[in-house]
């Protein structure tokens, strides 16, 4: 147990819709990073959140986007989806450059 | 951040140590070794870094070559909850923030009785 949960588990979306996903950080945690990670492979960067602030993005299009609010928890919204989305979503918070806890993800399905 | 190269499986008995070995030949001077691993369906879990000196706690030991151009995870007694997926990630220190990480394959850690 890292103390960062995410919800939902999972969802079902079909393509074009939009979803959003949320991250409640550890207490104490000003920073929150989102990662995708499609089946067989390792976690990707998405983008980061510092005290409310975009504190760095992964290459993804701009239709994924974010927002961390002022508990320092998060959400990661995705417009116009593609079964390409399809992936298991990870956040992970952290204090300064301390390491990282990851919640348990959320498995997104694109039909 | 440098690439990483790792064995894509690997096989431990029970109670024996699991030594997984990882290459960063283009390593920077301020990159560190970070190890994370993933147990199926749970979310990486963070196990130990390290800059030039081996580092331990009270899940593993990091021995990092002097050159720095490699560096193996040490597990000193594997045991069935091990099962994972183990990824070295090479990565610089932020100023501040956490580092943003590069997860590549990993090796799939197999303990076996």
């Known amino acids: 147990e890292t103390g960062v949960t995410q919800s939902p588990t999972h969802l079902i979306k079909t393509r074009g819709q939009q979803v959003t996903l949320r991250c409640s950080s550890q207490?104490?945690?000003?920073?929150v990073s989102w990662y995708q990670q499609a089946l067989g492979q390792g976690p990707q960067f998405i983008f980061q959140?510092?005290?409310?602030?975009?504190?760095g993005r992964g290459n993804f299009p701009p239709r994924f986007s974010g927002l961390q609010f002022p508990n320092y928890s998060s959400e990661l919204n995705v417009n116009a989806l593609e079964l390409d989305d399809s992936a298991l979503y990870l956040c992970?918070?952290?204090?300064?450059?301390?390491?990282?806890?990851f919640g348990p993800g959320t498995r997104l399905t694109v039909t | 951040d440098a690439k990483t190269t790792q064995p894509t499986s690997m096989d431990c008995a029970e109670g024996r140590a699991a030594n997984l070995p990882c290459n960063h030949s283009?390593?920077?001077?301020?990159?560190?070794v970070y190890w994370y691993r993933q147990i199926h369906s749970q979310g990486p879990q963070y196990i130990i870094h390290g800059l030039k000196n081996n580092e331990t706690n009270e899940m593993a030991s990091l021995i990092i070559t002097e050159d720095r151009k490699s560096s193996t995870l040490i597990l000193p007694h594997a045991t069935l909850r091990d099962t994972a997926v183990y990824y070295c990630i090479v990565s610089r220190l932020n100023t501040g923030t956490a580092s943003k990480l590069t997860f590549g394959t990993g090796t799939r850690l197999q303990v076996t009785l």
């Open positions: 992970a918070s952290s204090s300064g450059i301390r390491e990282q806890y």
């Open positions: 283009t390593i920077s001077g301020n990159e560190y």
């Open positions: 207490s104490g945690h000003n920073t």
């Open positions: 959140y510092y005290r409310e602030e975009e504190n």
